[in-house]
């Protein structure tokens, strides 16, 4: 059996952008690698005013939480002091002793090789897979630097990748002017700019709660949290909704959505929770009652007005404030979700009027639901579409909207 073969994409990720994750996709297919390990720095003994290592790992974590065999590794996050790209090597190895390994570079990188700590020995433990930038390097420049490490032992691969246009140094002072960063995915935008890692005001509870959160959740339910915090953002602003509450409510909506059902129903239980017993039974129901219970609890939310909304976005109800229907459409048309049949009408409703917006999600769930052969369909949820109709919100199946 042959050695395994993994990708390493190392780096300071401050913050990891498109062009990391486009490059780590490239080495994946074109290398035919198993995985590819994304390994934000520690403590990158060059660099002052690097956020946390804790703060870049999570940013990993949520922007290849959709990526296939793109894996986030804590291997230099966890290490104390100065982190070397040799003792990285070293550890992984340890880890991984029947794999060969691919580190992932740029040719910027690949000029600066020389000036790694104990670069020889680091020749020696992988294969270098190179990907052209725009250094403003000679090409004859980079082939004799390319011949000088070869005949130290190197080995390197050039990969068929076009140089993406696109810089972590950019990216930070667009979040800082408040501009928008086509080049970061949603979750992370969200990220830097609630918890202000780049020059934005924080919003303070937010930036206290993402520990716990991240704790709390899969890496990619926590991406998707993400970016429901922010579209809610996006949607209160529109609507007139306070829209501090809105992230918050947002960024916590799901906060109880891995927990094990049984744990939910504990819950239910201890704290008195008043809860229809038809949902009992469902976790993807009994987090909404369940998560304003643990918002309340462990992240210490008092706003009742953002806990009614968290209890409300599983099920929806009559009666729904603007708040209430900011956070069930957020969860339902955050940018990273999988189109499904009406997404993009209510996307373009929920920009102009939130009570049109719900009335098409809430028949779209009904329509899917009957699809799927279930003939009970939760009794406020159909309660929430009659009140809709009551003033003139018809789905788009059984008439025209007034």
Known sequence: ????????????????????????????QEADLAQVLMVPAGSPPHKTGVPSAEDRYRMVAAAVAGEKNLIPSRVEVEREGATYTVDTMNILR????????????????????????????????????????????????????????????????????????????EIRQ??????????????????????????????????????????????????????VAWTAGELAGLHGVPV????????????????????????????????????????ALLHGPVGACVAKMVFGVEDEQVLQSIRRHTTAEPGMTDLDMVIYLADKIEPTRINYPLLDQVRIAAQHDLKRAMAISLQGSVNYLHRKGERKIFPATLATLEWLKSMGYVPPHQGAFT
């Not at 300071?12 to 994750?21: A, E, L, R, S, Y």
């Not at 725009?134 to 004799?144: F, M, V, Y």
């Open 94 to 169: 340890g880890r991984y002793p029947n794999a060969h390994f691919y580190y992932i570079i740029g040719e910027d990188t690949l000029l600066d090789l020389r000036n790694w700590r104990n670069f020889k020995q680091v020749l020696q433990m992988c294969t270098f897979l190179v990907v052209s930038r725009h250094t403003g390097a000679p090409a004859r420049q980079t082939q004799e630097e390319k011949r000088w490490l070869r005949e130290l032992g190197g080995k390197f691969v050039n990969l068929d990748m076009a140089p993406m246009d696109v810089s972590s140094t």
């Open 244 to 283: 501090d509450q809105a992230r918050c409510a947002g960024l916590l909506h799901d906060c109880a959505k891995c927990m094990p059902l049984e744990d939910m129903q504990a819950m239910v239980k201890k704290h008195s929770l008043n809860v229809d017993a038809s949902i009992m039974d469902s976790g």
């Open 174 to 227: 667009e979040i800082a002017s408040d501009l928008p960063t086509p080049h970061l995915a949603y979750p992370i935008q969200a990220y830097a700019r609630l918890t202000g890692l780049y020059g934005q005001p924080a919003l303070p509870q937010c930036k206290g709660w993402m520990e716990e959160l991240f704790r709390r959740l899969s890496a990619k339910r926590f991406a998707h949290s993400l970016s």
């Open 1 to 28: 059996m042959g050695k395994m073969r993994i990708g390493i994409m190392g780096g300071t990720m401050n913050p990891i952008h498109d062009g990391h994750v486009h490059m780590a996709k490239t080495a994946l």
